[in-house]
């Protein structure tokens, strides 16, 4: 940790004439009146990880500000130069809706049209699944997009991406880090914008989009018979506004629901707690219209777009929230089932999830003879896994449990316009059976089997915490559990080492992804943990998976009941309640 004095002189710096006004006067007034703000905007520099940039807004090195994004722009022109060349560089930005988004995008389209490149700015806020298609569509070596995602209001964030529209990946994720770190002054930054290479895009590059989108469909026939079908959206403030309901309308849904309130594009997100379609805080003003309506779905996105909340009517016709492995699960089984009705499987067609996602795809996929790939967590192990496959297999669909699911490969990171569109095509579907998603859903778990999944997050904020959460990991390292509540652990994947354990014959073999800093614990009843460190905020994340056999949708609620008392039971035994 720093000293007093050294923060002092960190932050004198920011007082040079190659700041601008109001960051000098912001750390003026940090100097003179607020010693704690001052301490946590430069005790350290805000680092650009694998995944970017993500902070707090305002004047400090650890601050999310045109300075500090303008050294991760300058450092990423700087690793796109060396990899590329100087000449006939192309680079994509767009952003969400966001206090600042503009500014930023703006200033990362001046940095790096004067490194000389080529840059496509979208004309105001798009959906980051339009930036991944931009950078594809025209050819780009690299893009950005300027969000925090769902992060509360007074964060912002910076996300890069290679020239297959994905989020960078080794080895150009450190590659780029550490061209970033080289960086050490903000006069190595080129600020001077030439405005001659920077392009506007707006309508015609909305249109390419859609018409990818459009592709998605498959029973446009059910969709026309059912096409007034109420749907409640909102996009909480966010870039959704600009191209869902457009996605939807295009597909054939004519009875679109609004929540005017919430169309509002507002980076303050004044009218929810946290603009998170995870949480039933950031849908109950779109519910609370689909019940005045008799509306019977509702979809939301969060400020970029890329992921999708979803509630439906219940057995009673209560709205229920669906959970990111329930909608996954939902579109996986629709899009496989309709590729066999139609026929339309080639032999090499194939599904990706995340490790700690729903292991009930696995199954799914496993009756249709569809190959599913279980990837580390993060689209951007999709995207590394599409560019290997290209050519080869054919994806057609992959979702995470954090909400996010990709339907197609014309955009490789996960993309809420077309999956809001598919998730309505699904509904429709059902209604044309005279079922509705929940019934949809209990056919699946009688099916295959009830899964019941949870995430649990442990906070711990500071040097402190991150040793705390270090020590964690180890601890399950060096003395693992050889019970879980009763039930013993069977098998042990550790995605550091790399090596998988059959703890009842000792056997050990290797695991195929990269490493990370994930462990998973199986039991012999069939459930399983995994832990992990975030690497975008001071936790640790704890996933549970139980499942078991569903005898009748009659039974559902007992055996429901059942899977959650084991959840609540393996959380108590493991001490994180």
């Known amino acids: 940790m720093l000293s007093m004095e050294e923060i002092r002189k960190r932050a004198e710096i920011w007082l040079g004439s190659e700041f601008n006004e109001a960051t000098r006067k912001e750390v003026r007034e940090m100097l003179e009146k607020d010693e704690e703000k001052l301490v946590d905007s430069f005790y350290q520099d805000l680092e650009f990880g694998t995944g970017g940039l993500r902070g707090i807004m305002g004047a400090g090195t650890n601050r999310m500000n045109i300075y500090t994004m303008g050294m991760a722009s300058q450092g990423l022109a700087n690793y796109i130069i060396k990899q590329c060349g100087e000449k006939g560089i192309r680079v994509a930005i767009a952003h969400d809706c966001r206090n600042n988004s503009r500014y930023f995008a703006e200033t990362a389209a001046d940095i790096f049209s004067a490194n000389g490149f080529e840059v496509f700015l979208f004309e105001a ?34 996300k890069a991406y290679w020239n297959d529209g994905g989020q960078v990946v080794s080895p150009h994720d450190t590659g780029i880090i550490e061209e970033v770190r080289k960086i050490k002054s903000v006069n190595e930054i080129k600020f001077g914008g030439d405005k001659q290479n920077i392009r506007i895009l707006g309508k015609e590059t909305d249109d390419a989009f859609l018409e990818e989108v459009l592709k998605m469909r498959l029973n446009p026939e059910i969709i026309r018979k059912h096409s007034d079908m109420g749907i409640v959206y909102t996009p909480i403030h966010g870039t959704g506004v600009k191209l869902v309901p457009s996605a939807l309308k295009l597909f054939g849904f004519t009875n679109i629901i609004n929540v005017p309130e919430q169309d509002i594009v507002d980076g303050n997100f004044p009218t929810v707690r946290s603009p998170n379609p995870e949480e039933s805080d950031a849908l109950k003003m779109a519910i609370d219209r689909a019940e005045a309506t008799g509306a019977e779905l509702v979809i939301a996105t969060d400020p970029d777009a890329d992921r999708l909340g979803i509630a439906c009517r219940n057995g009673e016709g209560k709205f229920i929230l669906l959970n990111g492995n329930q909608t996954a699960v939902l579109l996986i089984h629709y899009i496989l089932s309709q590729y066999e009705k139609k026929n339309k499987y080639k032999g090499n067609e194939y599904i990706v999830k995340t490790i700690v996602t729903s292991d009930l795809i696995d199954k799914i996929a496993e009756k249709y003879e569809v190959e599913c790939f279980n990837v580390l967590t993060g689209f951007k192990f999709f995207a590394e896994l599409m560019r290997k496959l290209e050519g080869k297999k054919q994806y057609i669909g992959g979702g995470e449990e954090s909400y996010g699911f990709l339907p197609g490969d014309y955009v490789r990171d996960k993309d809420a ?30 099916e295959y089997g009830l899964f019941m999944e949870k995430l649990v997050n442990i906070v711990r904020k500071g040097k402190e915490g991150a040793d705390e959460i270090k020590a964690m990991m180890l601890s399950y390292r060096k003395t693992p559990p050889a019970f879980i509540n009763k039930s013993r652990v069977v098998k042990i994947d550790d995605y550091e080492t790399l090596v998988s354990t059959d703890c009842v014959t000792g056997k050990k073999t290797n695991l195929s992804l990269s490493r990370s800093d994930v462990i998973q614990f199986f039991l012999e009843d069939g459930s399983k943990i995994s832990v992990r460190p975030s690497g975008t905020e001071p936790k640790i994340k704890f996933y549970f998976s139980v499942n078991t056999t569903l005898e009748s949708a009659a039974k559902f609620e007992e055996t429901n009941k059942l899977l959650d008392k084991r959840l609540e039971d393996i959380i108590r035994d493991m001490k994180l309640n």
């Open 125 to 158: 806020l798009r959906p980051t699944p339009e930036l991944s298609f931009a950078i594809r569509h025209y050819k780009c070596h690299s893009g950005i997009v300027i969000t925090a995602s769902h992060n509360p209001r007074e964060y912002n964030g910076y």
């Open 417 to 446: 316009v077309a999956s809001c569109a598919l998730v309505a095509e699904v509904a429709a579907w059902a209604k044309n059976g005279e079922k509705s998603l929940y019934d949809l859903l209990l056919d699946i778990y009688l």
